[in-house]
C-alpha cells in the first residue's frame, strides 16, 4: 500500500455497534468504556479504524438512531469526557475513530422538535422539519401515501391538525433540509466533533436529507423481478425522497468543512441508490470521500454475479476517483455466516430483501465466510468488518419474542422479527454468557441474551487456534498491510472455469476463489500466502479461497 495515499482510500474500518460491543460498568449494555479496554485486541486484530454507531443523548426509541443532543454522550454509554478520552487512547494505538453521523431525522425529544410542536402550525420552528395539513375535507388523510422504512404510514397527525414526517418510526421526525438553519447547524455539529478528533463520519441514511418540494406520491411499484435480475441493469427512477440529486450540494459544503481540519478527514455514505452509477455521484472528488457498497454485501455466493458486482463497482467509483468499499454484514442485515450457510444463488436487494430459505448449514456458512473474507480483503480499496465476523458468529435466529427491540418489531405487527439477531453482544471469553462482555460478577444480564453454544466462539477460545475464523481475520490484516500488492489500486482478471474468481494484484500476488462444486488445479509456479482451508496436491476445494504469491 502507498505511504502516500489518504488512509482511508485501503483502510480495513471495524464496526462497533456500541451496545453489543463490550460492558465497562456492568449495566448489560456496551458503552465506551468497554471500547477502551478492547482497544488492544482491536490493535492486534489489526484494524485501521473504528466506526462506532450513535452514542449521542437519546430516548433510545431506534438504539441511538434517534438523536436528542449531537453534542453530548448518552449516559447509558459514559460522558463526553469518556469520549474524547477514547478518541486520545485510540490514536495512541495506531487506531482511527469514526463516529455515526444521523442528518435525515431526529429524536421527537430533542430540543427543535419540542419547540416546532409548542410553536404550532405555520411557525419558523415547524419549517426546520417536514410539517404539512392532510388531505381531505377535514385535512384527516395524510399528505401523501409515503411509507415508514420501519411499516406503517410515514406520517402523523398531531392534536392541532398538522401531521409530520418520519420515514423511520415516529419518534424520529425527518428534518427539512431546505431550511438554512438545518444546513448550518450541522456544519457547526461536524465542527464540533472534528475539533474532539475524530477522523471522519460514517453518514447514516445519506441518500435521504432531501425530499421532492411537492411531496407527491410515491411512483407505481416495480414487480421485484424487474430489480432483481443479474443479466439486466437496474435503471434509476427518480423518488420522491431517496437518492434525490439535490442532496449533493449538502455533501458538497460538508466535504469543504472536512478540508478546514488537518489529517485526511473523511467520510463514509450509508447511500442505497439503484445503480454504481448513482452511487458514485456521492464520491465525485469535490463530495464525500467513500461509500458503502451494498451491492456487494447483497451478491449471492455464485461467481459470475460477484465478478459482475465487482467489475461495475470499480469502473464507475473509479471514473470519479474514488476507491471502492467492501462489506460483508452490518448491525442492519442477517450475518453473512448465516446467509451464506443456505443454498440459495439468489441476489436481493432493497425492493426484494434477503429472507431465509430453507435450512441452515452452517458448516457451509462459516466455510464461505472464510473465503469472503479472502475475498474481500484482496480486493482494490477499503474494506469494513462488523464485529464479530472475525469470531464467525452466526445470525441468532432463535431469540425469544419477549426480548426483541428492533421497533420492526413492534411497526411490523410482529411479522418481521427486525435486526436484533445480528446485534446480539459478542463473546469475548469464558464458558457460559455473559461470555467477557461484562465485567466479572456484573448483576445484570447482557441487554439481548447471547446463545448457551457461544464459548467456543469466544475471542479466547479462538486465540491462538491457527484454523480459527479470528487467527484468519488476523493473518489477513497482517499480510494486507505488509505486501505491497493490497490495499487500493487495481485488478486484473485472470482465466479461470467457470465458477472460479482468479485475480492478479500486481506485484506478485493472486487471489482464487473456488465457487463451483468441484476442486480447482491452482496456477503453477505459485506458493501459498494464505488460505481459507486447506490445499492439497495443489486443489482448491469448492467454497475455498487462497493467497497466492507469484
Known amino acids: 500500500m502507498s505511504g502516500t495515499a489518504p488512509w482511508w482510500r485501503s483502510a480495513v474500518i471495524y464496526q462497533v455497534y456500541i451496545r453489543s460491543f463490550a460492558d465497562g460498568n456492568g449495566d448489560g449494555v456496551g458503552d465506551i468504556a468497554g471500547i477502551r479496554s478492547r482497544l488492544p485486541y482491536l490493535k492486534s486484530l489489526g484494524v485501521d479504524a473504528i466506526w462506532i454507531n450513535p452514542w449521542y443523548k437519546s430516548p433510545m426509541a431506534d438504539h441511538g438512531y434517534d438523536v436528542a443532543d449531537y453534542r453530548d454522550i448518552d449516559p447509558l454509554f459514559g460522558t463526553l469526557g469518556d469520549a474524547e478520552q477514547l478518541i486520545e487512547e485510540a490514536h495512541r494505538h495506531g487506531i482511527r475513530v469514526i463516529p455515526d453521523i444521523v442528518p435525515n431525522h431526529t429524536s421527537d425529544q430533542h430540543a427543535w422538535f419540542r419547540a416546532a410542536l409548542a410553536a404550532g402550525p405555520g411557525s419558523p420552528e415547524r419549517e426546520r422539519y417536514v410539517f404539512r395539513s392532510g388531505r381531505g375535507p377535514d385535512g384527516a388523510e395524510p399528505p401523501n401515501d409515503w411509507v415508514s422504512a420501519f411499516g406503517g404510514p410515514a406520517w402523523t397527525r398531531l392534536p392541532d391538525g398538522d401531521w409530520y414526517l418520519h420515514l423511520f418510526a415516529p419518534e424520529q421526525p425527518d428534518l427539512n433540509w431546505e431550511n438554512p438553519e438545518v444546513r448550518a447547524e450541522f456544519e457547526s455539529i461536524l465542527r464540533f466533533w472534528f475539533s474532539r478528533g475524530v477522523d471522519g463520519f460514517r453518514i447514516d441514511v445519506a441518500h435521504g436529507l432531501v425530499k421532492h418540494p411537492e411531496l407527491p406520491d410515491l411512483p407505481p411499484r416495480r414487480e421485484p423481478g424487474e430489480l432483481a435480475s443479474q443479466d439486466l441493469p437496474r435503471e434509476h427512477v427518480e423518488h420522491p425522497h431517496w437518492d434525490r440529486d439535490e442532496v449533493h450540494e449538502i455533501y458538497r459544503a460538508w466535504r469543504k468543512v472536512a478540508e478546514e481540519f488537518p489529517g485526511d478527514r473523511c467520510f463514509v455514505a450509508e447511500a442505497w441508490a439503484d445503480t454504481p452509477e448513482r452511487l458514485s455521484a456521492y464520491v465525485r472528488r469535490d463530495a464525500l470521500h467513500t461509500a458503502f457498497n451494498f451491492g456487494f454485501l447483497m451478491s449471492s455466493w455464485d461467481a459470475k454475479d460477484l465478478r459482475a458486482v465487482i467489475d461495475d463497482s470499480l469502473a464507475m467509483l473509479g471514473a470519479v476517483g474514488a476507491p471502492a468499499t467492501w462489506v460483508l ?10 446467509r451464506y450457510g443456505r443454498r440459495t444463488t439468489r441476489r436481493w436487494t432493497v425492493d426484494e430483501p434477503y429472507r431465509p430459505e430453507g435450512p441452515l448449514d452452517l458448516e457451509t456458512g462459516t466455510r464461505r465466510a472464510r473465503a469472503a473474507a479472502l475475498l474481500m480483503l484482496a480486493l482494490p480499496g477499503g474494506a469494513y468488518v462488523y464485529q464479530g465476523e472475525e469470531l464467525g458468529l452466526p445470525e441468532v435466529e432463535d431469540l425469544p419474542d419477549a426480548v426483541l427491540q428492533d421497533p420492526i418489531w413492534e411497526r411490523s405487527g410482529h411479522t418481521d422479527r427486525g435486526r436484533d439477531g445480528c446485534r446480539v453482544p459478542i463473546p469475548w471469553s469464558g464458558r457460559t454468557a455473559p461470555y467477557g462482555f461484562s465485567p466479572e460478577g456484573a448483576s445484570a444480564a447482557p441487554w439481548l441474551p447471547q446463545p448457551a453454544d457461544w464459548s467456543e466462539r ?17 493473518r489477513a490484516l497482517r499480510l494486507r498491510r505488509e505486501h505491497p500488492a493490497l490495499g487500493d489500486g487495481a485488478l486484473t482478471w485472470r482465466d479461470a472455469p467457470d465458477g472460479v474468481l482468479c485475480f492478479g494484484r500486481e506485484p506478485g500476488l493472486v487471489c482464487v476463489v473456488n465457487l463451483s462444486a468441484e476442486p480447482y488445479r491452482l496456477p503453477g509456479h505459485s506458493s501459498v500466502l494464505l488460505s481459507s482451508g486447506s490445499v492439497k496436491g495443489g486443489l482448491l476445494a469448492p467454497d475455498e479461497a487462497v493467497w497466492l504469491s507469484v
Open 458 to 474: 469466544s475471542v479466547a477460545a479462538q486465540s491462538g487456534d491457527e484454523t480459527s475464523m479470528l487467527e484468519l481475520y488476523r
Open 329 to 338: 454484514s452490518n448491525h442492519d442485515v442477517v450475518r453473512h455466516t448465516s
